[in-house]
């Protein structure tokens, strides 16, 4: 048992902080142009949320998990937290606010690839100074802090200064992808952009690295992912062939499942193979959390067990497929 913030705390743990929402998930033949209209051949709700979904994924891979977080005093809000509750994962840091909880809406093709637009809602009211008692009272040495960008940014600096406070490390995952301070760069161990985000930071690598970004680990969609570090040759680690069926939260299940790698101790290019497979095994199920691989199915495509893994009679319960 570690101690932070006057509390225990248990290591190895991922802290999630992030957006929680409530997904409207439509299925299309193809995704519109501008201005144009297509039909839809059905709908369906799904808990959903950038933050929501990487805690749930981290849960599922069987570590400890902590969400940090804002929703409404609502239904929408009631079904998100008991559905992360449900997954395994610690609410006990959720911020109640006075607006509706988020939402976001989804269009979906046949080969899997969509499109996403987000009502902040209560997302938007996320009060840095909770996240920061938050991951005080979370993190510890041996702890991974992993923040996205559907949250107030004032809250996203709060999670990395309580995060450097407590010994924790620091991954950021800067989607939706907007202009970010130094000071919030320079304190991420690792930075984990797709490549359009990559490209609309407009930060090259060279100065990411000069202000104190450890890593950055660039996910390519089909391709896999590629890791690059100060004074190393980039490393493309290529993706798991799959019959994709939802890219939805593809990414969110790759930086989950990166830091539950780091969290157990796997160095920067075993982290991403891994990372790599997760991502690839859930784009097999329909929607963001359709199919969360376990621990064990992801090491079954990796061919080794990862540090803390339990033995396959004691497998973790996977979500959804």
């Known amino acids: ?58 849960a599922v891979l069987g570590l400890d998990t902590v ?5 409404g005093d609502d239904l929408d809000g009631d079904a998100g937290v008991a559905e992360l509750e449900r997954m395994g994962v610690d609410v006990g840091q959720v911020q109640r606010v006075a607006a509706a909880t988020g939402k976001a809406t989804i269009a979906v093709d046949p080969e899997g690839a969509n499109f996403v637009i987000v009502y902040p809602g209560a997302n938007g009211a996320l009060d840095p100074a909770h996240v920061r008692q938050a991951v005080a009272r979370s993190a510890a040495p041996g702890t991974t802090v992993l923040a996205s960008l559907e949250i107030p940014l004032d809250a996203v600096v709060a999670a990395s200064v309580a995060a450097r406070e407590a010994g924790a490390s620091f991954v950021l995952n800067p989607a939706p992808a907007r202009m970010l301070p130094d000071e919030l760069l320079s304190a991420c161990d690792v930075l984990v952009p797709n490549e359009v985000e990559l490209a609309q930071i407009q930060t090259a690598p060279e100065r990411l690295f000069a202000l104190g970004v450890g890593a950055l680990v660039v996910t390519r969609g089909k391709e896999g992912a590629e890791l690059v570090r100060p004074r190393c040759p980039a490393l493309l680690v290529p993706a798991l062939p799959v019959d994709a069926r939802d890219t939805t939260g593809a990414g969110d299940a ?28 859930s784009t097999t199920g329909a929607g963001a ?33």
């Not at 790759?254 to 690839?280: H, I, M, N, P, Q």
């Open 1 to 58: 048992m570690l101690r932070a913030g006057g509390l225990c705390v248990t290591a190895p743990r991922v802290v999630v902080v992030g957006s929680l929402n409530t997904d409207r998930v439509l299925s299309v033949a193809s995704l519109p142009a501008r201005g144009e209209t297509v039909p839809c051949r059905g709908e369906a709700v799904a808990q959903g949320g950038k933050g929501a979904n990487q805690a749930a994924a981290a």
């Open 67 to 71: 969400f940090v977080g804002a929703v």
């Open 254 to 281: 790759f930086v989950a499942a990166f830091c539950v790698a780091r969290t157990l101790g796997l160095d920067l290019e075993a982290s991403c193979r891994f990372a790599v497979v997760a991502g690839s095994l």
């Open 289 to 321: 959390r359709g199919h969360l691989p376990s621990r064990s199915e992801v090491e079954r495509s990796v061919g080794g067990r990862l540090p803390g893994s339990p033995a396959p009679s004691a497998e973790p319960r996977a979500a959804g497929g």
